[in-house]
C-alpha cells in the first residue's frame, strides 16, 4: 500500500517537474550526449568550429575538484570565457592538452596535418575519429539507470575508476579534511521518502570547496533552503544532479529512506 502511495506521488512529481519552467519537454540527452558541453563564446566569431567537451572521459579520469577548483573552470557551460591563447599557454583546457600529458590545444601557423589535432576539440558538426568509444569505453562499468547509463558511485567505489584529484604544478598540496557526518534531508511531503546525504560519498569527487560556501553555505545544517523547484532551474543540488551527476528523474536514486 505504501509502495502504491509512493508511486502516485513520484508521477505527479514526474509531470510537474519534467514540464517545469517552460512548459516545454526538452529531449532527454542520449547517454553519450549526457553531461556534454559545447563551448562557443569566441569559436565562430573567429571563424572557427565550437568546441565539445565530454564529462563522461574526463570525469573517468579526474575529480570534479581538480578541475573546477584547481584548474577554474565554471560550474556553467560558457562561463569560464576560455581563449585560445589561455590554452596555449598551459591554463584552463592547455593544463593537460599541452602537447606532453594530452594532446596539445590551440596554435597559431598549423600545418594542415595538424588541422586533426584541432578538429578533435573543435568538432561541432564534425565525424572525428575519436580514441574513445563511449560504449566500448562504459561497457565494464556498472550500469546506471539514467543520465550516462553508468553508476559512477559504484563504478569508483569499485576501483574500475579512479580519478586523479592532483596535478603536480597545478594543485596545491592540502591536509585532508575529515568528512563530516551523513545527515537526512526531510521530504516534507507525506509519503515522498526521505534523503540520506552522504558527506563521503560526495567529498570523493568535489572535495569541499566545489561545494562549500558558494553552492552552500556550510557552517549549519539547515542555513541553506531549497527545494526540488529550486533544483530544476539549476540550483543547489540541482548544480550537478541535472547535466553531470545522474539527474533528478532518478528520484529514488536520492529519496531511498523506506522505500523499494
Ligand atoms: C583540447 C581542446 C582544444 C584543441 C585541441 C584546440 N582547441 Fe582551440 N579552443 C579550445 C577551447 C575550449 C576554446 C574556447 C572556445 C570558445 O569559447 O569559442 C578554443 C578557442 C579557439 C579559438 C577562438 C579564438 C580565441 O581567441 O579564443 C581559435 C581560433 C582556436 N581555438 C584555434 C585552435 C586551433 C588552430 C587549434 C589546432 C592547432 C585548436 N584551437 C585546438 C579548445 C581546443
Ligand atoms: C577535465 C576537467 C573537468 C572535470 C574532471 C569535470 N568537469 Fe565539469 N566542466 C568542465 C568544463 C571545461 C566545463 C565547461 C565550462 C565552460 O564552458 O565555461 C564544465 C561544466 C560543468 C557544469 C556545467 C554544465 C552545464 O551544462 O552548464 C557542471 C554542472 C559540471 N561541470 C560539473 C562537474 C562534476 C559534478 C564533475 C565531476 C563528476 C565534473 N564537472 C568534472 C571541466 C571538467
Ligand atoms: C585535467 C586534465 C584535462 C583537462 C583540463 C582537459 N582534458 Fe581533455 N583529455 C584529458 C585526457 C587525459 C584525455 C585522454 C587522452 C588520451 O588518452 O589520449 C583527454 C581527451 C580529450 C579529448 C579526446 C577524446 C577522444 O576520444 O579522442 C577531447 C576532445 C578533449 N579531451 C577535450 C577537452 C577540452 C575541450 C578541454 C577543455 C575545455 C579539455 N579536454 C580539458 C585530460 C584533460
Ligand atoms: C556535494 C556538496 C557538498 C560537499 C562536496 C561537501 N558538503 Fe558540506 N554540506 C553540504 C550540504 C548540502 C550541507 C547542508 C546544507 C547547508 O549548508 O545548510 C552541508 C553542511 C556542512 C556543514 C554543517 C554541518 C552541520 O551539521 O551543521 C559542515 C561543517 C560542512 N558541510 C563541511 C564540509 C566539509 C569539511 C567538506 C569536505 C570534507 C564538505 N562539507 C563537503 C554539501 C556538501
Ligand atoms: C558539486 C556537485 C554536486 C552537488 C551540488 C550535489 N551532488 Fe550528489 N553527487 C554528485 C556526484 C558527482 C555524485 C556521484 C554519482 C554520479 O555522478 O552520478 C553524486 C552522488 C549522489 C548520490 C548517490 C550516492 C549516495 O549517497 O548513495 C546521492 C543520493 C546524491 N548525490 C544526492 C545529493 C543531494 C541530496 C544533493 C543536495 C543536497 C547533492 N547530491 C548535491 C555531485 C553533486
Ligand atoms: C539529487 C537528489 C534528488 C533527486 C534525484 C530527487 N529529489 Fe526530491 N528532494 C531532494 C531533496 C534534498 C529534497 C528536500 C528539500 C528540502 O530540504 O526541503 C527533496 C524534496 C522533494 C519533495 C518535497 C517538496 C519539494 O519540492 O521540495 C518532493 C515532492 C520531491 N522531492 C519529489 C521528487 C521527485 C518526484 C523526484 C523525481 C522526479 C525527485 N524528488 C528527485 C532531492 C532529490
Redesign the pocket.
Known amino acids: 500500500m505504501k509502495k502504491l502511495f509512493f508511486l502516485a506521488v513520484l508521477l505527479v512529481g514526474v509531470f510537474s517537474f519534467a514540464f517545469a519552467g517552460t512548459g516545454v519537454k526538452k529531449r532527454r540527452p542520449l547517454p553519450f550526449e549526457y553531461g556534454r558541453v559545447v563551448i562557443d563564446n569566441y569559436s565562430e566569431e573567429a571563424d572557427f568550429i565550437p568546441v565539445v567537451f565530454d564529462h563522461w572521459l574526463h570525469r573517468a579520469k579526474f575529480t570534479c575538484r581538480l578541475c573546477h577548483v584547481d584548474i577554474g573552470f565554471a560550474m556553467k557551460a560558457n562561463e569560464t570565457r576560455i581563449r585560445a591563447v589561455d590554452n596555449s599557454n598551459g591554463y584552463y583546457c592547455g593544463s593537460c592538452h599541452n602537447g606532453e600529458a594530452v594532446f596539445p590545444s590551440c596554435r597559431n601557423d598549423i600545418s594542415p596535418k595538424e588541422f586533426q589535432i584541432c578538429i578533435r576539440c573543435h568538432s561541432v558538426g564534425r565525424r572525428v575519429d575519436r580514441k574513445y568509444d563511449f560504449r566500448e569505453f562504459t561497457k565494464d562499468l556498472p550500469k546506471g539507470r539514467l543520465g550516462n547509463g553508468v553508476d559512477w558511485e559504484k563504478a569508483e567505489q569499485q576501483g574500475k575508476i579512479t580519478p586523479v584529484d592532483y596535478i603536480e604544478g597545478i594543485s596545491i598540496k592540502r591536509d585532508k579534511?575529515?568528512?563530516?557526518?551523513d545527515?537526512e534531508l526531510k521530504s516534507k511531503v507525506m509519503g515522498m521518502p526521505n534523503i540520506i546525504?552522504s558527506?563521503r560519498k560526495?567529498?570523493v569527487?568535489?572535495?569541499?570547496e566545489?561545494?562549500?560556501p558558494e553552492?552552500?553555505?556550510?557552517?549549519?545544517?539547515?542555513?541553506?533552503k531549497y527545494s526540488m523547484a529550486d533544483f530544476y532551474e539549476g540550483r543547489?543540488?540541482g548544480v550537478?544532479h541535472n547535466s553531470v551527476a545522474f539527474p533528478l528523474l532518478d528520484c529514488q536514486r536520492c529519496h531511498t529512506e523506506n522505500v523499494r
Do not use: A, L, Q, R
Open positions: 579534511f575529515v568528512d563530516p557526518k545527515f546525504f558527506h560526495h567529498t569527487w568535489n572535495g569541499c566545489v561545494c562549500h553552492i552552500f553555505v556550510g557552517i549549519k545544517k539547515g542555513m541553506t543547489y543540488c550537478c
